[in-house]
């Protein structure tokens, strides 16, 4: 993924209900959208929604991405879909170890075949991290550190290239939390790039988008991105709402201001 263009992803996580509301709800956000100047846009629908939608919108600047993925190619594994039938589908981009599939039960090592397996069939591998809570000494950071080398223990420098973190505080995402502060989100920018210099090397590491995740909203996204430093944005529940959504991409699409120096 290049740098040089920010990445807005959207996860509807497990809404809306029916094909016809997502229908309704991606033409709404397709027509508001004009020219995203400097900004790739993805949509990650509930996974049976993935396909119909894509079908419907060819030609669109909107990628595509799903929730979750399996490891292995194919198999005995009820319910599972593996990442070439995600690619047959349609999905350019997914979503693997979201805190709330780490919830569910997913530990690093789920994670990191994930992720493994979601880059050797060539998609763009958003790998999801965060620590649950904060403490005044630190502990933290190592959940961190541990949870990025966990995610990424099978994963070798070759298979890099399409890699993309979303950083994820958990107690920043869903309904009554808030974002993070550009300054703690500057930091921790800085932290898990010293992980990936330390896991992959400086060059390599520099070429890994970062994203934030965690209560973004229309009235924040331009100051998370610009303030801190990260590539992009990963939005729950403000993506879920197509005039919203569109603003937040706007919003990302709309360059800083530039300080003239006197
Ligand atoms: P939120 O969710 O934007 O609703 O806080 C973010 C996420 O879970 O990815």
Redesign the pocket.
């Known amino acids: 993924m290049a740098k040089a263009t920010k990445l807005v992803?959207g996860?509807w996580?497990m809404f809306p209900t029916t094909i016809l509301e997502a229908k309704k709800m991606f033409t709404t956000f397709k027509k508001q959208r004009r020219n995203d100047v400097g900004v790739t846009t993805v949509i990650c629908p509930p996974l049976p929604f993935l396909e119909p939608l894509k079908k419907s919108y060819t030609g669109t600047k909107i990628f595509f991405g799903a929730q979750d993925v399996f490891w292995h190619t194919e198999g005995a594994y009820t319910g599972e879909v593996s990442a070439d039938m995600l690619k047959s589908v349609g999905a350019r981009f997914v979503?693997v170890g979201?805190?709330?599939r780490r919830a569910l039960g997913e530990n690093d090592e789920m994670v990191t075949q994930k992720v493994r397996a979601s880059l050797e069939a060539g998609l763009h591998t958003v790998l999801?991290i965060g620590e649950t809570t904060r403490d005044s000494q630190g502990h933290y950071l190592r959940v961190l550190r541990d949870q990025i080398a966990g995610s990424l223990r099978a994963v070798s420098k070759a298979q890099l290239k399409k890699l993309i973190i979303?950083y994820?505080p958990v107690w920043?995402?869903?309904?009554g939390?808030q974002?993070m502060t550009t300054h703690d989100l500057h930091q921790m920018l800085l932290f898990i790039k010293k992980q990936l210099i330390e896991l992959y090397g400086k060059t390599l590491a520099d070429s890994v988008p970062i994203l934030y995740?965690?209560?973004?909203?229309e009235t924040n996204a331009h100051s998370i991105v610009y303030d801190s430093g990260v590539d992009g944005l990963?939005?729950?529940?403000?993506?879920l709402n197509p005039f919203t959504f569109s603003t937040i991409i706007s919003e990302v699409s709309r360059k800083p201001a530039r300080v003239t120096k006197k």
Not at 172 to 175: C, D, F, Q, Y
Not at 213 to 217: A, C, E, K, N, P
Not at 234 to 239: F, I, P, Q, T, Y
């Open positions: 992803i996860n996580k979503l979201h805190s709330e999801c979303a994820e920043a995402i869903g309904e939390n974002a995740g965690g209560s973004v909203d990963l939005v729950g529940r403000k993506s």
